[in-house]
T-cell receptor, first 113, second 111 residues
Framework: GAGVSQSPRYKVAKRGQDVALRCDPISGHVSLFWYQQALGQGPEFLTYFQNEAQLDKSGLPSDRFFAERPEGSVSTLKIQRTQQEDSAVYLC???????????FGSGTRLTVV | RKEVEQDPGPFNVPEGATVAFNCTYS??????FFWYRQDCRKEPKLLMSVYSSGNEDGRFTAQLNRASQYISLLIRDSKLSDSATYLC????????????FGKGTKLSVKP
């Protein structure tokens, strides 16, 4: 596609509920990144894929967070048993190469109530 | 220690002013550097890459100082539409890997 597509755009979850956030990167971009952005903060790295391989998941805040990209294209970030502190914007980005910078999607705004 | 640090601002400047932002990074192995612009409730958008030799795009100039491990962004002749948060980013080690972002510097250009 022309840009990085994320869905849903907004998600309200009750505490304890599981959520799944989807990212469809730019066609041909082998690298895909997930970031979490809290209000007034910069994006914080969560995890990174090159094709289907998850090369770095050091930013995932707990074992409740899980990401996958099984066919090297669409990726899903899953958060189990959501907590209020998970409320944030979740940004997905894709890139041909790091040296070219990233293109971000519009993000999913998650609110846990 | 935060990998990438920026002055959060806000920088309040009149139209036509020149404004400069600095950003420091802690990982000496970083090789790729960028400035992003983020409007309120929008995603970050790539403004420009930062090269060792410095680079210019219209009213915007970016520079890299490897010895002191900082990058800078200069905006000349500020426009109202330049009001946004400016994020700097450096890749985490080597030529690959993820970008680490600063918290952003907020710029407000007033008439």
């Amino acid at each position: 596609g022309a840009g990085v597509s994320q869905s849903p755009r907004y998600k309200v979850a009750k505490r304890g509920q599981d959520v799944a956030l989807r990212c469809d990167p730019i066609s041909g971009h082998v690298s895909l990144f997930w970031y979490q952005q809290a209000l007034g903060q910069g994006p914080e790295f969560l995890t990174y894929f090159q094709n289907e391989a998850q090369l770095d998941k050091s930013g995932l805040p707990s074992d409740r967070f899980f990401a996958e990209r099984p066919e090297g294209s669409v990726s899903t970030l899953k958060i189990q048993r959501t907590q209020q502190e998970d409320s944030a914007v979740y940004l997905c980005a894709s890139s041909l190469r790091t040296a070219y910078g990233y293109t971000f999607g519009s993000g999913t705004r998650l609110t846990v109530v | 220690r935060k990998e990438v640090e920026q002055d959060p601002g806000p920088f309040n400047v009149p139209e036509g002013a020149t404004v400069a932002f600095n950003c420091t990074y802690s990982n000496s192995a970083s090789q790729s550097f960028f400035w992003y612009r983020q409007d309120c409730r929008k995603e970050p958008k790539l403004l420009m890459s930062v090269y060792s030799s410095g680079n210019e795009d219209g009213r915007f100039t970016a520079q890299l100082n490897r010895a002191s491990q900082y990058i800078s962004l200069l905006i000349r002749d500020s426009k109202l539409s330049d009001s946004a948060t400016y994020l700097c980013a450096a890749n985490y080690g080597g030529s690959q890997g993820n970008l680490i972002f600063g918290k952003g510097t907020k710029l407000s250009v007033k008439p």
